[in-house]
């Protein structure tokens, strides 16, 4: 049997793949591992250990090879707390400033890289508008757990070359995508590549998860369906100015716009990008979306409660969707979010690789 902490959060693990009774989660842990082994090591290296002795009989050659080396990773929910400690004989978590080459000039990124031996999972970090808030606490807290975490600041934002727009930022991510999917150099897992994005960077979040088989899945934070917004900004003569007028305060952060440009972009966007044009290919993705019930910057009756029940409408069940009594920075539920997001990543790695 497991210990009592343990258990809870192997618990909290079903609940998040849908077991939402005790019942329903004896007769799963009966169905998928036919007896429960003690293990003191914590709940996630449980999971990875059964998973390996499930399935390491049934893989051969170079598949075996790979999965042996993928479940021995430095990658334990312990960490999600406390400093990880490697030996001086490996590679130690760093950083590294990288001006990657984009369509309007060089990308300001920052890549925290985890210790151990690659290569390693790694997370793209999208900030939203106008940046102000990058959730590098999260990234950090990923970097601890055996995520490498790419963050970046979007064309014509906080020192990047070129002049801001909304589809500028939609590009400058798929090309940080592609330089982390190229260059094994940095540690990255090409096979292991998630994305995270909040408010404004939960829009381009969706778009890329929509669009780009190579990642795995992806985390949604209160995201922005900038689309939607400006839809209902054209219909309603008396929310455009409100609009207007957000969008101008946050244009002073950056370069080369203004809120006039910033509402044609949106215009010219919509039919290829709002949520409701992304759901169907969404629907077929593993999709975490967290939202915040005192949410004014983007309101959940508005930016994601459509998409959800759009998801609905198609079928799709591999999304989960969690509820905070909190506002658009999370700021009485940074630690509470911060475990979802980790727990949820780190069910995705053992999956996948196994």
Same mark, same amino acid.
């Given at each position: $049997?497991?210990?009592?902490?343990?258990?809870?959060?192997?618990?909290?693990?079903?609940?998040?793949?849908?077991?939402?009774?005790?019942?329903?989660?004896?007769?799963?842990?009966? #169905?998928?591992?036919?007896?429960?082994?003690?293990?003191?090591?914590?709940?996630?290296?449980?999971?990875?250990?059964?998973?390996? @002795? #499930?399935?390491? /009989?049934?893989?051969? =050659?170079?598949?075996?090879?790979?999965?042996?080396?993928?479940?021995?990773?430095?990658?334990?929910?312990?960490? *999600?707390?406390?400093?990880?400690?490697?030996?001086?004989? @490996?590679? %130690?978590?760093?950083?590294?400033?990288? *001006?990657?080459?984009?369509?309007?000039?060089?990308?300001?990124?920052?890549?925290? #890289?985890?210790?151990?031996?690659?290569?390693?999972?790694?997370?793209? $970090?999208? +900030?939203?508008?106008?940046?102000?808030?990058?959730? &590098?606490?999260?990234? %950090?807290?990923?970097?601890?757990?055996?995520? !490498?975490?790419?963050?970046?600041?979007?064309?014509?934002?906080?020192?990047? /070359?070129?002049?801001?727009?909304?589809? !500028?930022?939609?590009?400058?991510?798929?090309?940080?995508?592609?330089?982390?999917?190229? +260059?094994?150099?940095? =540690?990255? /897992?090409?096979?292991?590549?998630?994305?995270?994005?909040?408010?404004?960077?939960?829009?381009?979040?969706?778009?890329?998860?929509?669009?780009? %088989? @190579?990642?795995?899945?992806?985390? *949604? $934070?209160?995201?922005?369906?900038?689309? +939607?917004?400006?839809? #209902?900004?054209?219909?309603?003569?008396? &929310?455009?100015?409100?609009?207007?007028?957000?969008?101008?305060?946050?244009?002073?952060?950056?370069? =080369?716009?203004?809120?006039? *440009?910033?509402?044609?972009?949106?215009?010219?966007?919509?039919?290829? !990008?709002?949520?409701?044009?992304?759901?169907?290919?969404?629907?077929?993705?593993?999709?975490?979306?967290?939202?915040?019930?005192?949410?004014?910057?983007?309101?959940?009756?508005?930016?994601?409660?459509?998409?959800?029940?759009? &998801?609905?409408?198609?079928?799709?069940?591999?999304?989960?969707?969690? !509820?905070? %009594?909190? =506002?658009?920075?999370? @700021?009485?539920?940074?630690?509470?979010?911060?475990?979802?997001?980790?727990?949820?990543? &780190?069910?995705?790695?053992?999956?996948?690789? $196994?």
């Amino acid at each position: $049997m497991l210990d009592t902490s343990a258990w809870d959060d192997f618990a909290w693990q079903m609940c998040l793949q849908g077991i939402r009774t005790y019942a329903e989660l004896q007769s799963e842990v009966r #169905r998928r591992y036919h007896k429960i082994v003690v293990v003191c090591d914590g709940p996630w290296r449980f999971l990875q250990r059964i998973r390996t @002795e #499930r399935h390491m /009989d049934t893989l051969k =050659g170079n598949n075996r090879k790979k999965a042996r080396k993928r479940a021995g990773r430095n990658m334990n929910r312990e960490y *999600l707390w406390k400093d990880p400690v490697f030996s001086p004989e @490996e590679p %130690q978590p760093d950083h590294q400033s990288i *001006l990657i080459p984009g369509r309007r000039g060089k990308l300001l990124s920052l890549l925290y #890289r985890t210790g151990g031996k690659g290569p390693h999972p790694a997370v793209l $970090m999208c +900030h939203g508008f106008p940046g102000n808030e990058q959730n &590098l606490d999260i990234a %950090q807290a990923l970097r601890r757990l055996g995520f !490498h975490t790419m963050s970046f600041h979007y064309s014509g934002s906080w020192g990047s /070359d070129g002049e801001y727009s909304f589809s !500028h930022c939609l590009e400058d991510a798929e090309t940080i995508l592609d330089y982390m999917l190229t +260059h094994p150099e940095t =540690g990255i /897992d090409p096979d292991a590549v998630y994305i995270f994005g909040h408010s404004l960077g939960g829009f381009v979040a969706a778009n890329l998860l929509a669009g780009r %088989q @190579e990642l795995k899945a992806g985390v *949604l $934070m209160s995201p922005a369906d900038l689309c +939607h917004t400006c839809e #209902r900004g054209l219909a309603d003569p008396e &929310l455009y100015p409100v609009l207007e007028a957000s969008l101008e305060d946050s244009a002073a952060w950056l370069r =080369g716009t203004n809120a006039s *440009l910033l509402a044609e972009d949106l215009q010219n966007m919509i039919a290829e !990008h709002r949520f409701l044009s992304l759901a169907d290919a969404l629907s077929r993705k593993d999709l975490l979306m967290l939202t915040a019930a005192n949410d004014t910057a983007t309101p959940f009756q508005y930016d994601q409660k459509p998409l959800l029940e759009a &998801l609905d409408r198609l079928g799709g069940k591999k999304y989960r969707h969690l !509820h905070f %009594q909190t =506002g658009h920075g999370y @700021e009485n539920a940074r630690i509470a979010a911060t475990e979802v997001i980790a727990d949820y990543l &780190l069910q995705h790695v053992t999956k996948d690789e $196994m």
